[in-house]
């Protein structure tokens, strides 16, 4: 890769002039040490015509690439935000710990109102607010590094959870299923691998050839630009429809399972997701298709005793009637852009975590598998 030009997020834009070899991208990851060190990402925005990364060396530039998802998935945000925290922390203008531990919570802060729905960016924050608590006696240097630490377990974490959620999603897959997805819940949306996606890359390593339905998802077409790009480059077999020929598919018996991604579940099973999914499940219900989720437990949120009380982010306008420069609604329209919605538990046959598949999906099989600390931890 080379430095292309200088960007206003901060050090620099790196591009490839090609897509990436399968599997070849880093998502998000820091560069450097903890004192010096930046955040790096692929700037999702210019996919997939441009594979270009930017670098991030300021709060305000990590809250802005989460803002325009630049860096975008629940996983994702939430590495992208434990990063921000160092670079927040390093901030404070004194090498008192106190000092640092405020200048992370000011970042930290900031960084909660970049996006509203998925919780991984909260409870990656907690995690380093708890970190900096753990190390309060340090000096700067080992506290910066305990923190960079810290944001790098819950970057490692993320690409295990995706591996053993593609191992569980797999054995759900046979030969040669159509399976629908919808968004990106990739790579692009994780440390790594992805976690709706695991389940389709580890069944076609397996050798059962899935044949992927890919909606391209309006407005932001994160199914078309992102997925179709990581499949294609992945050698994976799929076909890219629009949102709205969900159930013509279904209909023509093309389609043997669904799998998606998520940005919040509620204690009972209750799934936020990019808007959307909520109508492609019942879709699947009406053609007696199975529904699932893919998502580590990092995406619960037990605090909810149901998906009612899911933050839903509301987006700009513009992306309906200008998505991606070109006008195609009259001027003066009324624009409703919710970003997520959310699937009742019923409409879902299993929920796929790194423990385990959830099914039933209720608030006692949640409980069961989410509700108490993975074995090991
Ligand atoms: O608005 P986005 O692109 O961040 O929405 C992403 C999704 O809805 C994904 O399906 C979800 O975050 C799961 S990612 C593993």
């Given at each position: 890769m080379t430095i292309v030009r200088d960007g206003d997020t901060a050090g620099g834009l790196r591009e490839e002039a090609a897509p990436s070899a399968p599997?070849?991208?880093?998502?998000v990851y820091w560069v450097g040490d903890a004192v010096a060190g930046r955040l790096r990402m692929i700037?999702?925005?210019?996919?997939p015509n441009r594979c270009v990364e930017i670098d991030c060396e300021d709060v305000e530039s990590v809250w802005g690439a989460i803002k325009r998802l630049s860096v975008r998935g629940a996983p994702a945000i939430g590495v992208a935000a434990a990063f921000g925290a160092v670079i927040g922390a390093r901030t404070?203008?004194?090498?008192d710990p106190a000092a640092i531990r405020e200048a992370l919570r000011t970042a930290a802060a900031h960084l909660r109102?970049?996006?509203?729905?998925?919780v991984n960016l909260f409870w990656a924050l907690d995690r380093m607010e708890a970190a900096a608590d753990a190390a309060?006696?340090?000096?700067?240097g080992p506290l910066l590094d305990r923190l960079l630490d810290e944001a790098r377990a819950i970057a490692e974490e993320d690409r295990a959870m995706c591996r053993a959620i593609g191992r569980f999603g797999a054995e759900l897959i046979d030969e040669g299923d159509g399976v629908l997805t919808h968004c990106n819940a990739g790579g692009l949306a994780t440390a790594?691998?992805?976690?709706a996606l695991a389940v389709i890359f580890t069944a076609h390593e397996l050798g059962k050839a899935p044949r992927v339905f890919a909606d391209e998802t309006r407005p932001l077409l994160q199914g078309a630009r992102l997925t179709a790009w990581e499949l294609v480059n992945r050698g994976v077999d799929v076909t890219l429809i629009c949102d709205n020929m969900a159930a013509q598919v279904m209909k023509e018996g093309k389609i043997r399972k669904v799998v998606v991604g998520a940005d919040r579940i509620a204690a009972n099973g209750d799934a936020a997701n990019k808007i959307g999914t909520y109508g492609v499940a019942l879709l699947a219900k009406a053609h007696g298709v199975p529904f699932y989720v893919a998502a580590p437990s990092?995406?619960?949120?037990?605090?909810?005793?149901?998906?009612?009380?899911i933050p839903i982010e509301e987006r700009d306008p513009r992306e309906v009637?200008?998505?991606?420069?070109?006008?195609?609604a009259p001027e003066g329209v009324a624009v409703y852009n919710p970003a997520f919605d959310v699937t009742p538990?019923?409409?879902?046959?299993g929920i796929i975590t790194e423990r385990g598949v959830i099914s039933p999906v209720d608030a006692a099989s949640v409980r069961a598998m989410i509700g108490k600390p993975a074995a090991g931890s």
């Amino acid at each position: 890769m080379t430095i292309v030009r200088d960007g206003d997020t901060a050090g620099g834009l790196r591009e490839e002039a090609a897509p990436s070899a399968p599997g070849s991208f880093r998502t998000v990851y820091w560069v450097g040490d903890a004192v010096a060190g930046r955040l790096r990402m692929i700037d999702q925005t210019l996919l997939p015509n441009r594979c270009v990364e930017i670098d991030c060396e300021d709060v305000e530039s990590v809250w802005g690439a989460i803002k325009r998802l630049s860096v975008r998935g629940a996983p994702a945000i939430g590495v992208a935000a434990a990063f921000g925290a160092v670079i927040g922390a390093r901030t404070a203008d004194s090498d008192d710990p106190a000092a640092i531990r405020e200048a992370l919570r000011t970042a930290a802060a900031h960084l909660r109102t970049s996006r509203p729905t998925a919780v991984n960016l909260f409870w990656a924050l907690d995690r380093m607010e708890a970190a900096a608590d753990a190390a309060i006696r340090e000096p700067r240097g080992p506290l910066l590094d305990r923190l960079l630490d810290e944001a790098r377990a819950i970057a490692e974490e993320d690409r295990a959870m995706c591996r053993a959620i593609g191992r569980f999603g797999a054995e759900l897959i046979d030969e040669g299923d159509g399976v629908l997805t919808h968004c990106n819940a990739g790579g692009l949306a994780t440390a790594d691998y992805g976690t709706a996606l695991a389940v389709i890359f580890t069944a076609h390593e397996l050798g059962k050839a899935p044949r992927v339905f890919a909606d391209e998802t309006r407005p932001l077409l994160q199914g078309a630009r992102l997925t179709a790009w990581e499949l294609v480059n992945r050698g994976v077999d799929v076909t890219l429809i629009c949102d709205n020929m969900a159930a013509q598919v279904m209909k023509e018996g093309k389609i043997r399972k669904v799998v998606v991604g998520a940005d919040r579940i509620a204690a009972n099973g209750d799934a936020a997701n990019k808007i959307g999914t909520y109508g492609v499940a019942l879709l699947a219900k009406a053609h007696g298709v199975p529904f699932y989720v893919a998502a580590p437990s990092s995406t619960f949120d037990l605090t909810l005793a149901d998906g009612s009380g899911i933050p839903i982010e509301e987006r700009d306008p513009r992306e309906v009637t200008e998505g991606f420069g070109l006008r195609t609604a009259p001027e003066g329209v009324a624009v409703y852009n919710p970003a997520f919605d959310v699937t009742p538990a019923e409409l879902i046959a299993g929920i796929i975590t790194e423990r385990g598949v959830i099914s039933p999906v209720d608030a006692a099989s949640v409980r069961a598998m989410i509700g108490k600390p993975a074995a090991g931890s």
